[in-house]
């Protein structure tokens, strides 16, 4: 599924609220997928608001110096897009083949659409057809075309091409999947949380049934409860939220910490329960990512709130990392916040 093109062996590119995040990888035929290239570099505060990039120069500037200390095989670039110019939505219509649905889309799309549906980029997948009752169900993504051509302007200004955009919760999908086949016959929520956006994905039996971005839910809530509660500016926040080179943050700031991560616990447990009252299978876990995953305690916040067991994800589970090449303390410190990167630089041409 992509809201815009194909193509062959893909960069994969998230660019989200805090970090642009590069990974390549190769295909290792049989034993999954080899690490080659992974980069990883901060963005200024604002660059990027709600999921809209608001500086693009400053998007480029950072793809570009990550990409000055890397020797990438390829140009060909697959990016996603989150928060609230993406719009999901489930949606149940008289069984139709994939062709037909493909013209009739932009009409069966509008009534559901909150934009002018010609200022959006639509894409669908056909989830079910169940014919006892001649109806199907199909996954809608639309996403404003200013805000794609705001990507592909901040890559292409790079040097890379964008040939795949996609939305986040379906990277985070394809990260899980080959990751943890094991878990491939059950119904478990993707949770990947960022700086300011939490993307949410519940995946039954392979299937996404119910998938949504939550914005101002993220990282960036917890740092300006410490900058309020300490007053202190932005960056120290930060510093003290993070713990500088193994140092425990203090009591003070984990005080903070767990107010402000029982706030974005309430979101989960929110989107939890408004899944479960539109008659959805149980969830038997938790499967976590996301910079935020590495808050101390958050995890075990998560847990108690909603009840479930909460896994935190290795998007490097089934990637063969080469520690002649890369540092595996870095790599283990760095894998939640790549976990998007690593499902996008999965995607091949047309798939
Ligand atoms: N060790 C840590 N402890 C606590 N928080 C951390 C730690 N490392 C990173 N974070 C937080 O993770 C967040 C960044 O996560 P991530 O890279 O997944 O977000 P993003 O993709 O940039 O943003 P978004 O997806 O919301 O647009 C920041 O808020 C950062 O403070
Ligand atoms: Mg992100």
């Keep these: ?10 960069i994969g590119l998230d660019i989200g609220t805090s970090s642009v995040k590069l990974i390549e990888l190769k295909s290792a035929g049989k034993k999954g997928y080899q690490l080659v290239n992974l980069g990883v570099t901060n963005l200024p505060p604002d660059t990027i608001v709600d999921g809209d990039i608001i500086n693009t120069t400053a998007v480029t500037d950072a793809i570009k110096s990550i990409l000055a200390n890397l020797k990438l095989k390829t140009k ?4 996603s897009v989150s928060g609230h110019s993406v719009i999901m939505k ?14 009739s889309i932009q009409w069966e799309a ?9 200022d959006v980029n639509l894409d669908f997948q056909v989830l ?18 200013e ?12 040097g890379l091409n964008t040939t795949i955009i996609d939305i986040g919760v379906f990277a985070l999908q394809n990260m899980f999947e080959v990751n943890y086949p094991e878990y491939m016959n059950d119904t478990v929520v993707l949770v990947n949380v960022g700086a300011s956006i939490t993307n949410f994905n519940v995946v039954s039996k392979g299937i ?5 971005d939550l914005t101002q839910s993220g990282g960036n809530q917890i740092t300006e409860e410490i900058q309020k509660g300490l007053n202190i500016s932005r960056e120290e926040a930060e510093k003290r939220k993070v713990g500088a080179s193994g140092t425990p943050v203090t009591p003070d700031v984990m005080e903070i910490i767990k107010a402000a991560s029982d706030g974005i616990s309430a979101d989960i447990q929110r989107s939890i329960d408004f899944y479960l009252s539109t008659g959805g299978e149980k969830i038997t876990k938790i499967m976590l990512s996301g910079g935020t995953a590495k808050t101390p305690e958050f995890s075990n916040l998560i847990a108690q709130k909603t009840g479930l067991p909460v896994e935190i ?3 490097f589970k089934n990637v063969a990392v080469n520690t002649k090449v890369f540092d595996i303390n870095y790599i283990n410190e760095i894998a939640p916040i790549v976990s998007v990167a690593v499902g996008l630089s999965i995607r091949k041409a047309g798939n």
Excluded: C, H, W
């Design 208 to 212: 996404p049934i119910f998938a949504r």
């Design 128 to 145: 079910e057809r169940s014919t006892a009752e001649g109806q199907m169900s199909v996954f809608l993504v639309a996403a404003k075309k």
């Design 147 to 158: 805000l794609i051509n705001n990507y592909v302007t901040a890559i292409g200004e790079a």
């Design 110 to 118: 509008e009534q559901y659409i909150p934009f002018n549906i010609n």
């Design 313 to 315: 994800m290795n998007p």
């Design 1 to 10: 599924m992509a809201l815009f093109g194909g193509g062959k062996q893909l």
């Design 76 to 79: 060909i670039t697959s990016t």
């Design 90 to 103: 489930k949606i149940n219509m008289p069984i139709t083949t994939d062709e037909a649905l493909a013209e």
